[in-house]
């Protein structure tokens, strides 16, 4: 009897269980299926990718570009590249940070800055007031019927004017958006502002540039920037491919104070695992010798030295073959240590020849070396000509302009310049009409109401 109650208590309790536990299966399961149908629903022109010998890899993705000034707009500059279509949205009037960065300017029927004409050719502008109402629903309408949404805004600006993350994804949840900020989404630092040189100030990078005996100085270009576009390069087209396994989008963070710590590598691994502080070198190596630059009789040539054998083809090349058997210089170790007796020696006769001379007795060794080249020098190069790193396009309101040209060579794919970077607002009208199906009165009505231009 006792027995059976206790069964019986037991088959009411999991009745009761069953009863709680159902109802949220079937909440849970119809939310899925809600989403699924919502991605499956979406026009992913991702879902075909190029594939044939010649073609586009990125060729149909299409990307909103709500970047300014350089890391934001350099990785989208690499993927267009690649084939994707870029829309990059400016401000009416004003447009990007960097169109008005200058002297060097270039003239013609517009006035453009050499900074913008870097790092974004093959974009559409679309000059448009993201902060009213009518520009926010045309930026949804754009995300809808868009691969990728990349953005450079402060933390919680775009969620303000109902254009973060989680605004965008209830309009396309297929959406790969990407956020760049000088600090990350939370914490500490959050709400600043970053520029590449604070970044690079404050992840060590600053610290242990610049001559021994100087104060920190700051690297020539703003190579924290460009990490950041080629973490967030990468970490789009890895989104990208995952959103292929599961049809699903989702948001990466980029920051600059990440990628600069993050590329601090052996000597933040120095500090970590021996509590060795770095400190500046100039353009000498903490743990190789010879490795630096040394000034020639018209310049100035670098030289590296990584193994024994590279060390002795060098001492023979510059007729001083002695300082090879010399027991403080018979390995790596010891040339480290012994770097204040070796160096002046080295700098001595190195100073003796030019650049060109030496480039000629340093014709087919096994170590590496350069000369320090200025830009005129750099376009001037034939490993750099024949690279394809100097191109030249037609700008519809400047005339013929040169350009770098892409870094990356494929032998299935194209990576090339496609169209000059463009004119402020010169896209405005296509967009809106192409992709979004604007008749003229539309477009009309948004100008007269100044939301574009």
Avoid at 140 to 154: G, P, Q, S, T
Avoid at 245 to 258: M, R
Avoid at 421 to 426: A, E, R, V
Wanted: proline letters at 5%; glycine letters at 8%.
């Amino acid at each position: 009897q006792r027995v059976r109650q206790k069964n019986n208590a037991q088959s009411t309790l999991n009745c009761e269980r069953k009863q709680k536990y159902i109802p949220c299966c079937i909440s849970q399961n119809i939310k899925m299926f809600k989403l699924i149908q919502r991605i499956n629903s979406k026009s992913l022109v991702n879902k075909k990718y190029a594939t044939q010998a010649g073609s586009s890899p990125l060729e149909g993705i299409r990307i909103l570009d709500l970047t300014r000034v350089l890391a934001g707009p350099f990785a989208t500059m690499i993927m267009s590249d690649l084939g994707a279509e870029v829309i990059k949205i400016e401000r009416p009037g004003v447009g990007d940070d960097t169109r008005s960065w200058g002297p060097p300017f270039i003239e013609g029927e517009t006035r453009e800055s050499a900074y913008f004409l870097s790092v974004n050719r093959n974009k559409k502008s679309l000059s448009i007031d993201i902060k009213s109402k009518q520009g926010q629903k045309v930026l949804h309408e754009l995300a809808a019927k868009c691969d990728i949404m990349i953005e450079n805004y402060v933390p919680g600006k775009l969620d303000s004017m109902g254009l973060g993350y989680e605004d965008i994804r209830e309009t396309n949840p297929a959406l790969i958006y990407c956020s760049i900020t000088g600090f990350g989404s939370d914490g500490p630092y959050s709400t600043r502002g970053g520029y590449d040189v604070i970044a690079a100030s404050m992840g060590g990078l600053m610290h242990v540039t610049g001559a021994p005996d100087g104060p920190p100085a700051k690297v020539g270009v703003a190579m924290t920037d460009l990490m950041t576009a080629l973490y967030a390069h990468g970490a789009i087209l890895a989104a990208l491919l995952q959103r292929e396994k599961t049809g699903e989008g989702q948001k990466i963070e980029c920051n600059l104070l990440s990628t600069q710590v993050s590329a601090m590598t052996h000597l933040a691994s120095n500090w970590l695992n021996a509590g060795m502080e770095s400190s500046r070198w100039g353009t000498a190596h903490a743990s190789i010798v010879p490795y630096q630059t040394f000034a020639t009789k018209d310049g100035y040539m670098t030289v590296g030295c990584g193994n024994n054998n590279q060390f002795a083809q060098f001492c023979q090349r510059i007729g001083e073959s002695d300082l090879v058997t010399m027991d403080e210089y018979r390995n790596n170790e010891n040339r480290v240590k012994n770097r204040e007796k070796l160096l002046p020696s080295l700098s001595a006769v190195l100073s003796t020849k030019t650049n060109t001379e030496w480039c000629a007795l340093f014709e087919g060794v096994s170590f590496p070396y350069g000369p320090v080249n200025s830009m005129s020098q750099v376009f001037e190069d034939p490993q750099v000509l024949h690279n394809g790193l100097k191109k030249s396009i037609d700008h519809s309101t400047i005339g013929r302009i040169e350009t770098i040209g892409p870094a990356v060579k494929y032998t299935k794919a194209e990576n090339m310049i496609r169209r000059p970077p463009p004119t402020l607002g010169q896209h405005s009208e296509q967009v809106l009409e192409e992709i979004l199906g604007y008749s003229k009165q539309d477009i009309e009505q948004l100008r007269n109401n100044k939301v574009i231009a």
